[in-house]
């Protein structure tokens, strides 16, 4: 059994990442932790084998959680979970051992992925503990890092919803739509808008208002959430 600790504040990610380790055979959950510093007393003790890692946490950057992790002598394998798609974030990300770097909003399909080809790594390197040629090594590291076969879940297309994410953000932080409001602008179906919105609201980059009137069932209106970085494109690597 692979031992996975999840660090990460945000509520929905965390659950997300949670249910999906718990759903991958061959791996359990160690721990979910929402703080750097949290995580790294957890890290002086053994039993974990790989970290699901937030790069923005409400005490530090992951990144130095990982210097401080790395300067104490741990190799744990790290997994970073983030918005961020700033080059010299990845950069530094790498350079401090990060085995793969996945963006949010992601689906189960492809962190199902990523865990099964990093589980296929540990058991190569277990059965062939010294690699006799370059062949060898090639192959062990195309089982971490081969080629992604995911996409977006079906129905959700990258342009279109690139395009409710300009809709929705072109409305200000704090502004609410509704789905017939970004219907309009994609010139789409409400059905088709409002199923890009609640996939916005499941990876928690848009947030769902009920805006109440004197009689029936209040209609729902969305806004970018606070905080989230402005570069973010959930349509890639997801």
């Not at 703080?35 to 890290?43: D, K």
């Not at 004197?214 to 209609?219: D, L, M, V, Y």
Request: some cysteine; glycine content about 8%; proline content about 4%.
């Amino acid at each position: 059994m692979i031992e996975v600790l999840v660090v990460e504040d945000e509520p929905v990610a965390a659950e997300a990442l949670v249910e999906y380790v718990n759903r991958t055979a061959g791996f359990g959950i160690a721990g979910h932790l929402r703080t750097g510093g949290e995580a790294i007393q957890r890290l002086a003790a053994d039993g974990i084998d790989l970290v699901l890692l937030a790069i923005f946490l409400p005490d530090m950057s992951g990144l130095d959680l990982l210097r401080r992790v790395r300067g104490a002598g741990n190799t744990v394998d790290v997994f970073a979970i983030t918005r961020a798609r700033d080059l010299a974030i990845v950069q530094a990300a790498v350079s401090l051992g990060v085995a793969q770097y996945l963006l949010k909003p992601f689906t189960f399909r492809i962190v199902q992925q990523r865990l099964e080809r990093y589980q296929g790594y540990r058991s190569r390197a277990i059965a062939h503990p010294f690699a006799v040629d370059q062949h060898e090594i090639d192959h062990l590291l195309s089982a971490l890092r081969g080629a992604d076969h995911c996409d977006l879940p079906k129905g959700i297309s990258r342009d279109s919803l690139q395009a409710v994410i300009t809709a929705v953000r072109q409305c200000g932080t704090g502004s609410r739509v509704s789905a017939d409001d970004v219907a309009h602008t994609l010139g789409a179906s409400r059905v088709t808008a409002r199923r890009y919105l609640e996939y916005l609201v499941a990876s928690g980059l848009v947030l769902r208002h009920a805006r109440y009137q004197h009689a029936g069932r209040p209609p729902n209106e969305f806004s970018w959430a606070p905080g989230t970085e402005p570069s973010v494109d959930p349509s890639q690597g997801s």
